[in-house]
Structures are given as structure tokens and as C-alpha cells.
């Protein structure tokens, strides 16, 4: 790999980039679940109910509240899991659902029960849910946010029946005899297919009120979301959900290209085509501003495009984002998944990659040198949304997990994350104060997760919501310390350098230099440290971003080297003094001379175990 080749692949992605991304500040967003935001009952009763354990509601998401997260920089919420879900708790005219179709009391917020509808849960009167949805959209407005919500195209709850669109059920009407027809809304198990013929047989018979039967699928049964064509589908299948028809029989393989394209009228496209897009167009009615995907790439790509021209043609600014995995053997296209749904009008897409490298390097062996390659992605680089938490993923702060060293590790990993591009960036609620996820809170068990199937309160979040005045008052100085440091992450980013600017990595130019940040016998740099530039062409605003994702170290004598690629990156021509100044943590300001930065690089103060700079160039 040759320092020219970067700088092309950094002037790709710039001129890659769509000019609708290009014009906008990138989103900032907070994603919260309504669930466990809210809720100060400290009972946390393993597998309790909601009278047990209380539960979160759009009420407890204040002006108090909002008006803190805004103070930190957020600019759009994801007001995770309020669709009605399937559910364990019964409320008036809403009778809970059988136990076997559910993981958890509380019920995934994945498998949905009706599109049209939020969950009771959430509401002080559940019968006026709508209205208090409704009033938080409000709320959320007046402090300035955007509000995103879950869009699952993929599945929907075994027991998914609209009370509030009865004429857009999915299953109304399906052709059951048929495995697949264009217009069914389901894929129907027929009596040749494995697991024995009917009753549909589920894996939680012998659990607590189970039998393993699902009544309505009794005489037929329906394929699982994660494409499970069995009539005994095990207890690591989406065995609670079931996968929609979106007109292209998956079981033949990946090409769509049979189907409608984007300019196609609503006449002319499969059925589950025409019920997602009245979805959507409801909640765009109601006010909300975008949809974060769930599992994306498992939908055809001919959909995306028709159905995200008809969002934008109802309001241009709709974001969309991407959850999907290129290596999900499930994805609808045989290209680059990620890159074909930016083609189909994504606005942004996971960046799972940076963040598995990431983890890995405090649980797998990688090293901060293994994120390179990653930056070589065209223009989806710079059209990635990056996290280093989020409901799927395990806490930072788990003493499982990223080695066990607890909430400081959340500093290089999002300070590298938030820098690295212009796309999205995304904090996960409870990751700013440390919440650990530990011990078994339900369904999940202990699994380093904040569980999303169950009534819970986060232990150390509530500290932060301290009955309701969002102040933080019984927070450990090293939990206010860790939250104020996220929000000057998030200030600092904010700037145009990293909403605007190019990128250009400096490891692979330091792996031969002893002065960055090697620890013990190591003759390779890279394992622990990891540098690069970003820099905005019409401002000149430049940053050098370091980061030490060492958890007990302080690397001292770290030494950048610059060489002359980056500094015509830089742009920074004929200057004899450099001044590196940071912005992030620290009031740490440096010099150093042009023409020594390729051969002894800029001198850093100490960097202590887990911490990173943003140093502002200054070389005019």
C-alpha cells in the first residue's frame, strides 16, 4: 500500500459522495429505549413483570431531559422499540399474547404487532398511547431534535393484527396453499416441508406457561424471520417472528431483478410493497423525521429504491439508515450489500466492521493497524453511521467484555469512531455513565446486553435520571467525568474538518517508527496507538486525531510522523512552524517544524491508558 494510493482513495470518497450528503451536518444521534430511559424502579427482579419491575414511559422523556441531551450536541433521537410489540402484558382491549410466541415478559420490540400502532407500555393511559406518542414528537421538536423511529421490514410478531389499519393486516387475504405468490404477505410452510407437517411446533415447550403450540397455527404455518422453512424451528431461530414476502421467493436464490423498479406505480408492485409504504407514509404524517432499517440487507434492493423515492417524495429530508451485514448469507444482492442500499437511497449504513475490529482488539488480539484497510471503502466510508454501542451490542462497560476494563474504554474507541468519517455517528443510552449490563435481568441472561425483552432498569442510568430531575446528582466523579468528556467528543466533531472534511491515515506510515507508542518487546508500531488527519477543503481547518487504546499504559515520548503525502493533504505549504493544539480534552498545545515532520514527527505529551487527542493544525 503506497501513501499515493491513499490520497487517491481519500479524493474518491470526496468526489463519491452524493451531493445530498455532502450539504447537510451529519447526525448526531441518541438512541434511547423508551423501556429503560425513564424507569427509576430499582426492583430489576429477574424475568419480572411490569408491576414488578415498572417500566419507562414517553412521559418520563422530559423537557428536562431533552434539554440535557441537547446540551451535549445531539441533534436526532432514536426513540428505539415504541412500535406495539408483541406482548406478555395484558392492558383494556389489548389482551397479552401467548407466552410461546415471546422472548421475554416484555416481548421484543422487533416483533411487531401492529405498524400503526405504539406500545401501550408507554403511555400513563394506554388508551390515549397515540396522543402521548404525539405530545413526545412535540416535545422532541421544541428542543430541536429530528426523531427517528424502527423500521423492520424483514418480520413481524406471530400474532401481528393492525386494530388500527384492519385493512392492512399482513396475512389478509394470503393464498395459504402456495409456499410463495407475489402477493401473499407470508411464505406458508406446506405439509412436504421438514420439522413433520403441522401444528406448528415451537421450541419453548416446558417453559413457564408453554406448550410449544401456537393455536392459529395450528392447521398452517409460516416461515421465521430469519428464513427458517420449518415446522419446528429451534430455539436460535426468530422462531417468534415471521418473515414477510416482498414478491421474490428467497429460497431460489438472490436475484431480483424480476421485480419493479424504482418508478414503478403502486398498482404494479407485490402487495407487502404497498402496505410498507402506507407504513411509512403514517409516520411520516405524524412526524417523524426518519427510519433506522432493521436488517436491511435481507429485503430486495429493488424495493429500498422504490419505496425511499416515495418517502423523499413526501419529504425530501427523510433520513435513513441502514442496519445490515455484508456477510449475512441472507443478503438480497450478490455485490457489496452496504454499498448497494447507499445506491438505493440510504442516507447511511452500519459501520459493524470498525466496531468489531475494535472490540477485537481488547478480546481477539487484533491490532489498532487492523482498522486500515477499512478505510478503503469508496464512498461508503464516508456514508458509514458509527457506534460503539448499541442495543445489540455488548456494553463497554461489562466486566466480560472489551477485556474487562471497564467505561474508560469508551474513549479511544469513540473518539477514533466519531472522527474517523462525515457519516452519522450514534450513542447508546447508559453508555455515557458506564452502565454495565451485568448480571441476569431476564430472557438474555447475562449477556452483557441491556436486555430488550424484558421490564429493567439500568442501574447505573438511573443515577443519571435521579428521579426524574436529569441531573445527574448521583453520579461518581468518574461517571460525570465520562459523561462531560462524551459531549466534548461530540462538540468537537461537530467541526467541519470531521462533518466535511477528507480523511488520511498515518499508522501504516509510523509502523517502523520505535517512537509510536510500542509497549514490551514490540518491533511493529500500531498494536496500541492510531493516528490520522482530517482536513475540510474549503476551510483548511485540519486535525490530527490520536488515540491510545492501551487499558493500562500511558505511552510517554509518542512521536507522529508526517510525511511529505500527508502534508500536500494538509495542504499546508511553505509554513515553518506547526502548531498542534487540542481540542477535545486537554489545553495541551505543541509545535513543530515543517521540515521535520516526516522524519522525527510532532512530539505528544503523555498519553495515558485509554485516551486520545483531536490536535488542531495550525501551520498558516
Not at 421544541?142 to 424483514?154: A, L, T, W, Y
Not at 403441522?198 to 413457564?208: F, H, Q, S, Y
Not at 432498569?457 to 443519571?464: I, L, Y
Not at 514527527?601 to 493544525?617: F, H, T
Amino acid at each position: 500500500m503506497t501513501w499515493q494510493i491513499l490520497l487517491t482513495g481519500c479524493f474518491m470518497a470526496l468526489m463519491t459522495a452524493s451531493p445530498r450528503a455532502a450539504e447537510t451536518t451529519r447526525p448526531v444521534i441518541y438512541q434511547l429505549m423508551v423501556r429503560t430511559f425513564g424507569n427509576t424502579n430499582e426492583s430489576r427482579k429477574t424475568n419480572g413483570t411490569l408491576a414488578e419491575n415498572g417500566c419507562g414511559k414517553f412521559s418520563h422523556i422530559t423537557p428536562a431531559a431533552l434539554a440535557s441531551l441537547k446540551q451535549m450536541g445531539f441533534t436526532h433521537l432514536w426513540l428505539t422499540g415504541v412500535l406495539e410489540q408483541a406482548s406478555g402484558t395484558a392492558h383494556p382491549g389489548r389482551p397479552a399474547d401467548d407466552p410461546d410466541i415471546l422472548k421475554g415478559i416484555a416481548g421484543s420490540p422487533y416483533a411487531i404487532k401492529d405498524y400503526f400502532d405504539v406500545c401501550p407500555d408507554y403511555a400513563e393511559d394506554p388508551s390515549k398511547r397515540l396522543e402521548e406518542f404525539k405530545a413526545l414528537l412535540e416535545r422532541c421538536r421544541s428542543q430541536g431534535f429530528k426523531v427517528i423511529i424502527d423500521f423492520v421490514p424483514n418480520h413481524v410478531a406471530r400474532s401481528y393484527q393492525s386494530d388500527v389499519r384492519p385493512d392492512l393486516s399482513f396475512g389478509e387475504g394470503d393464498r395459504r396453499s402456495e409456499f410463495f405468490h407475489r402477493d401473499n404477505h407470508f411464505y406458508y410452510l406446506q405439509p412436504d416441508h421438514p420439522g413433520g407437517g403441522p401444528p406448528l411446533k415451537l421450541p419453548t415447550a416446558g417453559k413457564p406457561g408453554c406448550d410449544g403450540l401456537f393455536a392459529p397455527e395450528t392447521n398452517f404455518g409460516r416461515v421465521t424471520g430469519n428464513n427458517v422453512v420449518s415446522w419446528a424451528p429451534s430455539v436460535n431461530d426468530w422462531y417468534e417472528t415471521v418473515k414477510l414476502n416482498y414478491g421474490h421467493d428467497f429460497t431460489k436464490g438472490r436475484d431480483t431483478s424480476h421485480l419493479p423498479k424504482a418508478d414503478a406505480s403502486p398498482a404494479d408492485v407485490p402487495r407487502t410493497w404497498r402496505t410498507m409504504d402506507e407504513i411509512l407514509g403514517y409516520w411520516q404524517e405524524l412526524g417523524v423525521d426518519g427510519f433506522r432499517c432493521d436488517m436491511a440487507h435481507m429485503v430486495p434492493m429493488e424495493f429500498w429504491r422504490w419505496v425511499v423515492k416515495r418517502c423523499r417524495a413526501r419529504h425530501p429530508d427523510v433520513f435513513f439508515s441502514a442496519e445490515a451485514y455484508d456477510n449475512d448469507p441472507a443478503k438480497l444482492t450478490d455485490e457489496h450489500v452496504l454499498d448497494e442500499l447507499l445506491h438505493a437511497g440510504f442516507d447511511a449504513v452500519y459501520d459493524d466492521p470498525s466496531y468489531d475490529v475494535l472490540e477485537a482488539i481488547y478480546d481477539s488480539g487484533k491490532w489498532a493497524n487492523d482498522l486500515d484497510p477499512l478505510t478503503f471503502t469508496g464512498f461508503r466510508f464516508h456514508r458509514s453511521l458509527r457506534y460503539a454501542e448499541n442495543h445489540d451490542e455488548v456494553r463497554l462497560a461489562s466486566p466480560k467484555e472489551w477485556g474487562g476494563h471497564g467505561m474508560k474504554v469508551g474513549r479511544p474507541a469513540t473518539a477514533v469512531l466519531f472522527a474517523l468519517g462525515r457519516g452519522p455517528v450514534m450513542l447508546y443510552h447508559g453508555q455515557e455513565v458506564g452502565e454495565p449490563a451485568a448480571g441476569v435481568e431476564g430472557f438474555g441472561g447475562d449477556d452483557a446486553r441491556t436486555s430488550i425483552f424484558d421490564y429493567w432498569s439500568m442501574p447505573e442510568f438511573t443515577k443519571w435520571v435521579n428521579g426524574g430531575k436529569f441531573d445527574g446528582a448521583r453520579l461518581s466523579d468518574e461517571q460525570k467525568s465520562l459523561r462531560a468528556w462524551y459531549g466534548k467528543l461530540i462538540r468537537a466533531t461537530q467541526s467541519r474538518a470531521f462533518t466535511h472534511g477528507e480523511f488520511y491515515g498515518l499508522n501504516h506510515a509510523n509502523k517502523e517508527n520505535p517512537a509510536f507508542g510500542r509497549v514490551g518487546g514490540e518491533t511493529v508500531s500500531g498494536h496500541w496507538l492510531y493516528a490520522f488527519l482530517r482536513r475540510d477543503p474549503k476551510t483548511a481547518q485540519a486535525f490530527l486525531v490520536v488515540a491510545n487504546f492501551h487499558p493500562g499504559e500511558t505511552l510517554r515520548g509518542v512521536r507522529v510522523c508526517i510525511p511529505q503525502d500527508a502534508q500536500m493533504f494538509l495542504e499546508h505549504r511553505g509554513d515553518e512552524n506547526w502548531t498542534f493544539s487540542d481540542r477535545l480534552n486537554t489545553d495541551w498545545s505543541g509545535t513543530a517544524l515543517r521540515n521535520t515532520l516526516e522524519r522525527e514527527g510532532v512530539a505528544l505529551p503523555d498519553m495515558p491508558p485509554c485516551s486520545a487527542l483531536l490536535l488542531e493544525i495550525d501551520g498558516r
